[in-house]
Structures are given as structure tokens and as C-alpha cells.
């Protein structure tokens, strides 16, 4: 036993020193790795360098008895034996142990799975997992060894490049393989770790050490996955200039980092680059291309590129043609895309499920039931089965449109089929029901959603709170949102301006501003919708103070009002006969740059009319045709309006006759302004012509016509009359009143 001390301790130093040769020297060799020698020159120059540490890297005299001891009992298989001295184990004694296996694999792998099972919990290092780890590759178990990769990994406050350093240090003293540095790139890209990925793949690479071409693709396919294409192209020049060989799958990885980085345009560039290299395209690469070309919305060079693939040997497979029929759809040429099918069809192909769900989802965007519905047909009939998707568009293009019995039956169909609906499926059904008034068969469906386990997220919580505050139930509107908190689903911001739209809907503008309060409270942003509805609200129950102060708040967080917003506080002002303001409020839009909309001018015509001041009222109809702004018939009814109720007909007239130069046509409401004026003066005579003419001009009377001729003949105590005109409104369908 004494004789084996003095090699134990050489090797602690080989294990735990490393040479700067390491970070000059490159192989170029995909098998090349830190060789011995190297290993051996470092021990040679740290023990002439580091005399005085040498007591600190030697094991003691207690610790060198234990690992006798352990490599006895392995030798001799003796387990209980084994058991008593694995708890004084220490990192550095199980790098040792595992160095003296170096020559024997067999006992090696006995010591490794001795701590694995008796000791899952023991506190390693990096180099005693590393050490572990080359054992277990060296005996071929990847999937042992990237569980204990996968451990080191995610140890905490371990750098990528510490990582690298201990498998380099110990890879010559355990016997191992530069297929340990390919698995452990291999880990983080499994792990998703894809910056960390990187950073070890730098730090491999500084060390001189080769990574193969598989590990490499796998770390270049993650970076590009997840859009870090920079990386990747950084990872591709550090490959290409190691020396390793390339191949398609390097190619066509790279082909789709050019593309996903808008790039489409250096494909062709690249592509010659790799035929150089030895490397050439295959059925991959073309339908890389074709999918970029048809995403980009460039049908026509995807098409290009697939009649150019017979020139190849290649054929177009599935893919190539779901890519196609996708990117046609994209673009709106839905009858294309079909024609596509029947061809993919008449060459062998068949259709699956993506492809039928491309033209569903269209047909459905496009509000095309029938069209919907065949493809459905269709889809069943060529024995592809239909899938969530499928189900969830025919569902709420039926739901969208009122058919929400046709959408139930759906519903049955997938359930049946042995689809387990998802929320999503749920969320489309509710919608659908909330959109059509039926909110007791929403909350139903909510009911059936919990009970199958689905869970209820914000999305559906929103669903049923803006159908409900639709149908003015905010006391239920208000359970919900409680049920909603204490479920623990978060409120966000559509979930708040729903409700505060319901509120001020409904006049309650405390319990509005309320939800608004909370809302900031919580951090979340209200927008321009959100002061949009409060400012409309406010100014609907008069309080204009409030309104305005709203406003100055909603300017202060740099949320800058639109012309929906200049238009409700105009319509507020205006409705408080307070016109002066709202004339303050034009010019400042007109200053801003926001050009008025023909709904704002009517407001303000409308506002001048209230407030008695038809004068002004005119002159802001020059105003607003001099802002290239085409009044409408509305204009036009509210002055006449105005002119009838000051008993100035003569104006009244000419502005019918300014309306018919317009191009407008006079409607019932023209023609009622006009007849009520002559009926309230007593000239009946006059309202009866002007009943014919608009029987003449083919504008049908209304209720109001009626109600007007009726209570003038009253008036003038012409009885007879008054129940004429009384009998020809019930003969018209019309309802009187009967108090005149």
C-alpha cells in the first residue's frame, strides 16, 4: 500500500493543473483533445514553479489510506464495506479515486454508480463531476453523463467557463474523449440555455478543443430557433475556421437564420459559398426558401423556385406545397390556394391536416360558411381527421355569425371524435354566446369549462365581463371580477376598461373612476380608449369639471388626445350649451394638426342651434365646407330644425335648396321639420303640398308626418280632417297616440 502514495500524489497535481498551451493550441482534428502530454509538461512545470503548494494538492495521509481502502473494497466487491467510508468522501477525493480507475473501466464505472445511488445528494465540485462524467462516457452512457452534465449545468454560481476548464482538466487523467465537450453542448441546448450554450461553445473552442459538426448544428439550430441568428453566425465562422467539415444540415440551418433575419436576398450568395465547400442543397433547402418567399408574401418567386426543383432531381413534397397554399392565403388569393390543392392532389400527394386547416382558417377570416363548411366536408371525406383547429374556426365562424345552434352541433361532432376541448375552444363558444345576448348559456358553458379542468384564464374572464356589461349585468359584471380575484387570475388591462366602459355606460361614473384608481394602482396603463370612455361618461352626466380634469391628467402621462377624443369633448361642451369652449377646443385640434371629422362639425352646429345662435350656426357650415369637410343631410336637418322652431321658413326653405345643390336628397326628417313649421303656423294648406311632394320624391311618411298633420287640424278645429289623416296612419301601420 505505501508504494501507491507517491503516485497518488502526481496525480492529484495532473488532475487540478492546467497549461497555458491549452489556450494557444487548436486542433483541428474533430477528435483531437487536451493531450496527455500537455498534462504531464504542466505537472512539470507547476511542481518546479509551486513547490510551497504542494502539501495544499497532495492528500493526507488519512485521505490517501481512504482511497486504498475504497479501491480495495471496489476490487474486491465488497458493498457494506464500501458503504462505511463513502460519507468521509470529499470532491477532491473522488476525483482521485476515479484517476486511479484511469486503466480500469470496470472499476471505474463501480465507484461512479456507488455515489450515484448511495450518496444522489453528495456536494460535487465541478472537476468531481466532471471526472464522473468521463467515466460514463468512456463506457458509452451519454444519457448518465448528461444527467450529471445537466446537474453541473445548473449549479449556481458556476461560470460556463469554470465548466470547460474542470471537464479540460480532468479529461487526460480519467481517459476520456472530446465527445464529452459535443455532449455537453449538446446539454444546454436541451436545457434551452441557449446563451449559456454559447458562451461554453467560446470557452471550448479558446481551450484548442474541436467541437464535431453534430454538436455544432445543434447549438447553431437553437441560436437560430430562438432568433438569436448574430450568435449563430458568429458560432458558424468559428466552425468554418476550426477546420471541421460542413454538411446540409449546417446549410440549411444557416439558410434559415438568413431568412428569419430578413436576409432571403444573400441566399443564393450562401448557397454558392457552400458548393465550394463541398456542401450542396437538398429538398430542405428549397422548401426553407419557398416558406420564406411565401411569408414575405412573395408567392411569385415561390413559385419560381418550385418549378425549378425538377431542374434538381427534386420533387415538391408536402411541405413545399402547405408552404404555398399558406402564403396564398396570406395574400388573399383563396381561389389560387385551392387550385394548388387539386394539383398537390393529381401528383400523389395527400392532403393533411395543415393543409386543410390553411383554407379553413381563410375561409373563415372571410366570413365563407359554406365554403367553410365544404372544406370541412372535404377534409373528412379524404379520411383526414380534423383537429382543434379545425374545430375552433368552423365553431366561431358559425358563433360570429348567429349560428350558434350549427356551432353547437360542431361542438358534439368533437367531443365525440375524442377531442378534449381547451380553453381556447371554451373562450370561442362563450364569445360566440356573449356576442349574440345569450349570457346564461355563457356562464354554462364557463361552469362545464371548470368541471373538464380547463383552466379559466384572463382571456375568458374578459370574454363573459364584456357580455355582460353589453347587456348592462354589472351586478353579475361585478361577481365575476371578484370570482375572477379570488381564483387568483389577474385582472389586466381589458378586464379594467371593459368594466369602466359598462359603468359609464350605465351613469355610474364613481364606481368608474374607482376601477380607473385601482387600475393605476396595479401599474397598469390606461390609453386613449380608456380616458376616451371616462371623458365620455363624465361629459354624458354633465359633469364637464371632471371631464377636463381628466383630460389634463391623460395629456400629463403623454397619452395624447385623438379626434375621437376632441370630438366627445366638444359633443360635452356643446350639450351644456357652453359653445364658446367648444370652439376653443376646435381651434386648439385644428392647431394640433387633427382634422375635424363631419360628426364633430355636426356638434358644433348643433350646439350653436341649441344655444339660440342659428347666425353662427351658418357661418360654421362655411367654416367647416372651407376645411374641404362635405356636410351631410344631419347639417343640413339641424339648421332647418332650427330656422322651423324660430318660425323663419324662408331659411328654412333655402337651406333645403343649398342641401339639393349638395347633391342631398331631402329625407322624412327634412320633410317633417318643414310640415311640423307650416302645421304649428296653421297654413295646412302648405304642409299638404308638402306631404305630396314627398310621396312624389318617393319618401314614405312616418308616425311623425301624422302625428303633426293630425294635431294641426285639431287646431284649427278641423275635426274631420284630423281623423282622415288619423285613418290613413292606421291604414299605414302606424300607431297614434290619440291625445289630441
Not at 217 to 225: A, F, M, Q, T
Not at 236 to 256: A, D, H, K, R
Not at 343 to 357: A, I, K, R, V, W
Request: proline content about 3%.
Amino acid at each position: 500500500m505505501g508504494t501507491q502514495r507517491p503516485i497518488l500524489q502526481v496525480r492529484t497535481l495532473t488532475t487540478f493543473t492546467r497549461h497555458p498551451v491549452f489556450h494557444s493550441q487548436r486542433p483541428h482534428s474533430i477528435s483531437s483533445c487536451p493531450s496527455n502530454r500537455y498534462l504531464e509538461n504542466g505537472v512539470t512545470l507547476v511542481q518546479s514553479k509551486r513547490t510551497s503548494q504542494e502539501p495544499f494538492l497532495s492528500a493526507s495521509l488519512s485521505d490517501s489510506l481512504l482511497v486504498e481502502k475504497l479501491l480495495l473494497g471496489l476490487k474486491q466487491g465488497n458493498l457494506n464495506y464500501l458503504r462505511n467510508y463513502l460519507f468521509r468522501l470529499n470532491p477532491l477525493l473522488v476525483v482521485e479515486l476515479v484517476s486511479h480507475c484511469r486503466e480500469n473501466l470496470h472499476l471505474g464505472l463501480k465507484f461512479v454508480d456507488l455515489i450515484m445511488v448511495n450518496r444522489p445528494n453528495f456536494k460535487h465540485s465541478s472537476q468531481s463531476l466532471s471526472a464522473m462524467i468521463h467515466i460514463l462516457v468512456r463506457a458509452r452512457r451519454a444519457s448518465d453523463a448528461q444527467a450529471l452534465m445537466l446537474r453541473m449545468v445548473r449549479k449556481s454560481g458556476v461560470s460556463r467557463v469554470e465548466i470547460v476548464e474542470s471537464l479540460v482538466s480532468t479529461c487526460s487523467s480519467c481517459g476520456s474523449s472530446c465527445f464529452v465537450f459535443d455532449l455537453l453542448l449538446r446539454t444546454y441546448v436541451q436545457a434551452r440555455k441557449l446563451r449559456e450554450g454559447f458562451e461554453a461553445f467560446k470557452a471550448v473552442r479558446s481551450k484548442g478543443v474541436a467541437v464535431s459538426i453534430n454538436a455544432a448544428n445543434s447549438l447553431l439550430g437553437g441560436l437560430v430557433k430562438v432568433g438569436w441568428v448574430d450568435l449563430a453566425w458568429e458560432v458558424y465562422g468559428e466552425v468554418v475556421s476550426s477546420g471541421v467539415q460542413l454538411n446540409v444540415y449546417t446549410l440549411n440551418i444557416m439558410v434559415n437564420a438568413l431568412c428569419k433575419d430578413g436576409k432571403i436576398d444573400m441566399v443564393k450568395l450562401f448557397i454558392l459559398d457552400m458548393a465550394e465547400k463541398g456542401v450542396c442543397t437538398d429538398i430542405v433547402t428549397y422548401n426553407t426558401l419557398i416558406n420564406a418567399y411565401c411569408r414575405e408574401g412573395l408567392v411569385g418567386e415561390a413559385f419560381q423556385l418550385k418549378n425549378s426543383m425538377a431542374s434538381k432531381g427534386l420533387r415538391p413534397e408536402l411541405f413545399t406545397y402547405n408552404a404555398i397554399i399558406n402564403g396564398l392565403c396570406r395574400v388573399g388569393n383563396y381561389a389560387r390556394a385551392k387550385e394548388v390543392l387539386y394539383e398537390m392532389l393529381q401528383n400523389g400527394l395527400s392532403p393533411d391536416t395543415t393543409t386543410f386547416n390553411t383554407l379553413l382558417v381563410e375561409s373563415c377570416r372571410k366570413d365563407n360558411i359554406s365554403e367553410a363548411e365544404g372544406i370541412f366536408r372535404e377534409m373528412s371525406c379524404r379520411g383526414v381527421v380534423p383537429d382543434l383547429v379545425s374545430f375552433s374556426s368552423i365553431i366561431g365562424v358559425l358563433l360570429r355569425n348567429g349560428h350558434s345552434d350549427r356551432a353547437l352541433l360542431y361542438f358534439q361532432e368533437m367531443k365525440t371524435a375524442g377531442l378534449v376541448p381547451d380553453n381556447v375552444i371554451y373562450t370561442i363558444l362563450i364569445d360566440g354566446y356573449c356576442r349574440n345576448g345569450k349570457m346564461s348559456e355563457a356562464l354554462k358553458l364557463r361552469d362545464e369549462m371548470l368541471e373538464q379542468g380547463c383552466v379559466v384564464d384572463v382571456i375568458t374572464f374578459n370574454t363573459i365581463l364584456n357580455g355582460l356589461c353589453r347587456e348592462k349585468m354589472l351586478a353579475d359584471a361585478e361577481k365575476l371580477f371578484n370570482e375572477m380575484v379570488e381564483r387568483g387570475v389577474f385582472p389586466d388591462f381589458y378586464t379594467f376598461t371593459t368594466l369602466i366602459h359598462g359603468y359609464c355606460k350605465n351613469g355610474n361614473m364613481a364606481k368608474s373612476l374607482s376601477l380607473f384608481e385601482a387600475m393605476i394602482c396595479k401599474n397598469i396603463k390606461p390609453d386613449i380608449v380608456t380616458y376616451n370612455t371616462l371623458i365620455d361618461g363624465f361629459c354624458k352626466v354633465g359633469a364637464m369639471d371632471k371631464a377636463k380634469e381628466l383630460w389634463s391628467d391623460m395629456v400629463s402621462r403623454r397619452i395624447f388626445p385623438n379626434y375621437i377624443s376632441y370630438g366627445i369633448l366638444i359633443n360635452g361642451f356643446c350639450s351644456m350649451g357652453l359653445v364658446h369652449e367648444a370652439l376653443h377646443l376646435w381651434d386648439q385640434m385644428i392647431e394640433e394638426g387633427i382634422k375635424p371629422t363631419l360628426v364633430t362639425c355636426n356638434t358644433v352646429i348643433k350646439g350653436y342651434s341649441r344655444s339660440g345662435d342659428t347666425e353662427k350656426a351658418y357661418e360654421f357650415l362655411g367654416k367647416m365646407i372651407s376645411k374641404g369637410i362635405v356636410p351631410d343631410s344631419i347639417t343640413y336637418n339641424t339648421l332647418i330644425n332650427r330656422y322651423v322652431k324660430e318660425e323663419n321658413l324662408d331659411k328654412a326653405f333655402f337651406s333645403v335648396k343649398e342641401m339639393e345643390k349638395q347633391g342631398l336628397l331631402p329625407d322624412v326628417i327634412t320633410y317633417n321639420v318643414i310640415l311640423y313649421g307650416f302645421c304649428r303656423q296653421g297654413r295646412l294648406h302648405e304642409a299638404e303640398l308638402v306631404l305630396r311632394k314627398m310621396i312624389e320624391k318617393g319618401v314614405n311618411p312616418d308616425r311623425s308626418t301624422y302625428t303633426s298633420l293630425i294635431n294641426g287640424h285639431v287646431t284649427q278645429d278641423n275635426l274631420r280632417e284630423a281623423f282622415r289623416y288619423h285613418d290613413e296612419m292606421l291604414q299605414r301601420g302606424f300607431v297614434p297616440d290619440d291625445e289630441f
